[in-house]
């Protein structure tokens, strides 16, 4: 039976206002995070310090998606512009001006090249990764599609929406498979398990659902915490994924029997973030857990499994 501990690395200082997201670099000692503030900062893993703004930004940064096997990485913005930059010079490679809201997710595939897009508009487009053309758009629901998740075989494309619903299309050909009501508040965030087998759920109810990723089917469900589960990040080896939620705190629990491992909080008595915690990241550098937060800072754990 797997057991943790988690040891606070160190706090990454220089955000001005609100952190809303974090993503890994193409080189392990990368990161980089986004929120209200002027542009995406890059972090030094090695020394755990500021390293440069990689570009500016007209509006609030929501979402960050590194390209896989690319330096790109794509900047979704709160005006709905994504901007896509060369992680390498810092140079601007396309803008995908196409939504007018907010834009909340990106994902792209790792066997096709095609980056997809979900907004506040209740759209969702999609990209071709070689010259960044539109290739197609489509209504998902009346309002906003919050998370993607695309399942590990690539066959399938769930979206999550403000109504509370799963969206489950076709990677094939964008069609509509199934719907399912999962939340009664908005989903906030999605995840498939690295084995295949789940698909996690969380959303503004608190609540978290574990379902077959095979035919969707619920399994189980449970609260999480106190308010919006807003991330939910599997460990890249360890049998273990995380949660962050706008109640302060992170959860580690065991992937197999859902037992929480363990709890970041303020209220724990450990030196974590005093205001939600907005999302997550594992980075490959020492296996780190990367969260950030509306208190302006990004926490570095060391997570290690006892036996």
Request: aromatic content about 10%; proline content about 4%.
């Amino acid at each position: 039976m797997i057991a943790l501990e988690v040891h606070k690395k160190g706090t990454l200082s220089g955000h001005q206002n609100p952190i809303f997201t974090v993503e890994n670099g193409p080189e392990p000692s990368m990161l980089f995070t986004g929120g209200n503030d002027k542009g995406v900062v890059q972090w030094n893993m090695d020394t755990l310090a500021f390293e440069r703004v990689l570009c500016p930004v007209q509006s609030s940064v929501y979402a960050l998606h590194l390209l896989p096997g690319t330096n790109l990485m794509a900047i979704g913005t709160r005006s709905g512009l994504v901007q896509v930059v060369d992680t390498a010079t810092g140079q601007s490679v396309a803008k995908l001006a196409h939504h007018q809201r907010p834009v909340f997710d990106i994902k792209s595939f790792r066997d096709k090249p095609e980056l997809i897009l979900s907004s506040e508009d209740g759209t969702v487009s999609v990209w071709d990764t070689a010259g960044f053309r539109l290739l197609y758009h489509f209504k998902v629901a009346e309002q906003t599609v919050r998370a993607i998740a695309i399942s590990n075989n690539e066959k399938n494309i769930v979206f999550g929406t403000k109504d509370g619903k799963l969206k489950i299309y076709s990677a094939l050909d964008y069609g509509l498979l199934t719907e399912i009501p999962a939340h009664n508040m908005p989903v906030t965030s999605l995840m498939f398990s690295p084995d295949g087998r789940y698909l996690l759920t969380g959303g503004r109810d608190a609540k978290l659902n574990v379902l077959n990723a095979a035919d969707f089917s619920a399994i189980r469900s449970f609260i999480p915490h106190m308010f919006t589960v807003y991330a939910i990040k599997y460990h890249p080896a360890l049998p273990v994924f995380a949660t962050a939620s706008r109640d302060k705190s992170v959860k580690l629990w065991a992937a197999d029997d859902f037992r929480l491992l363990r709890t970041i909080s303020f209220e724990k008595g450990m030196d974590s973030h005093l205001l939600s915690v907005n999302d997550l990241i594992w980075n490959a550098y020492e296996n780190q857990l990367v969260s950030v937060s509306d208190d302006k800072k990004v926490m570095v754990w060391d997570v290690r499994a006892t036996h």
